[in-house]
């Protein structure tokens, strides 16, 4: 049997990684970003770089898209390119758009109208894990789409971490902005609990070992929490995109009279964090406003 053919459009952090998982595991991958020098530097790993994503997703049987939002898929999969054409279009007969960003539930939704119109399959497959889970193929991947559609990519999102197909078109979305909130309030609160520490004099890294060890402990508390206190911003997820996640999800949850107040609160603190211009650091960095609230000088 034919192995499929795949594109990945967006080779930063994230899929860049799973550029490489892939073309390791064996597929032929063509690679597009913005910037071309992310996916030109792809190409010893195995990837075929490409010029236009009309060219990359052209005769492929799935895309995978590692955009920022839902308007950048828009404009980079739904509508012609330089070369006039429309990427989706070009995909193979029954190819497949797998949208594994976080975007919006009814932008998933319209996307995957629009697939349909041009003969091609959708799944809205946004994952949680962060950069080690793309790095090391443990994603968790929130799928939304018709089940034999999820179906057919199991072989293609093996290699990338575990796939739960949770509903139609958007289910994925849901349920990663519902992943989004528990990570960005969780954020806050372990940020919360080392700078309390650090002003009532005792060694948040202690602090942080013992807490480890009982119902306060978690994964974020484990890796970001040593980021806090390491001071070490490199991003993996990015501030100015929690934001984003959470807007999203506020948005929804206010068309479904849904009331989300610590949603709201944990917005509301990530939104200064940028507005001080930490917005390019990763999301850990909530520490740094939270450190400046309490008078101290951030890290």
Not at 74 to 89: K, Q
Not at 241 to 252: E, G, I, R, S, Y
Not at 271 to 293: N, S, T
Request: a neutral charge.
């Amino acid at each position: 049997m034919r192995r499929q053919a795949l594109a990945v459009i967006g080779c930063g952090v994230m899929g860049g990684h799973v550029v490489r998982r892939l073309a390791a595991a064996g597929f032929s991958v063509t690679a597009w970003n913005r910037s071309p020098e992310k996916a030109t530097a792809l190409a010893r790993p195995g990837a075929i770089p490409c010029a236009t994503p009309s060219e990359a997703l052209d005769g492929r049987d799935v895309a995978i898209s590692f955009l920022t939002d839902g308007p950048a898929n828009d404009a980079v999969l739904f509508r012609a390119d330089t070369t006039g054409r429309v990427p989706a279009a070009l995909l193979a007969k029954g190819g497949t758009v797998v949208v594994m960003g976080t975007i919006s539930i009814d932008q998933a939704q319209r996307q995957a109208r629009e697939a349909a119109g041009l003969g091609k399959g959708y799944v809205d497959a946004p994952v949680s894990g962060g950069e080690p889970g793309a790095r090391d193929g443990t994603l968790t991947i929130m799928a939304g789409g018709e089940a034999a559609v999820v179906a057919g990519l199991g072989g293609v999102l093996e290699p990338l971490g575990t796939v739960t197909h949770l509903g139609p078109a958007g289910a994925g979305t849901v349920a990663k902005l519902a992943s989004q909130n528990i990570v960005a309030v969780t954020l806050c609160a372990v940020a919360e609990a080392l700078v309390f520490a650090e002003r009532a004099g005792a060694d948040p890294r202690a602090v942080r070992q013992a807490l480890l060890g009982g119902f306060a402990g978690s994964t974020i508390l484990r890796h970001h929490g040593e980021r806090m206190i390491d001071g070490n911003w490199k991003p993996g997820g990015i501030a100015v995109n929690q934001v984003k996640d959470q807007l999203a999800l506020l948005t929804a949850a206010e068309e479904r009279d849904v009331d989300l107040p610590f949603a709201r609160l944990a917005l509301d603190t990530f939104r200064a964090l940028c507005d001080h211009g930490d917005g390019q650091l990763d999301h850990a960095a909530v520490y740094r406003e939270l450190q400046r609230r309490s008078g101290l000088t951030p890290r």
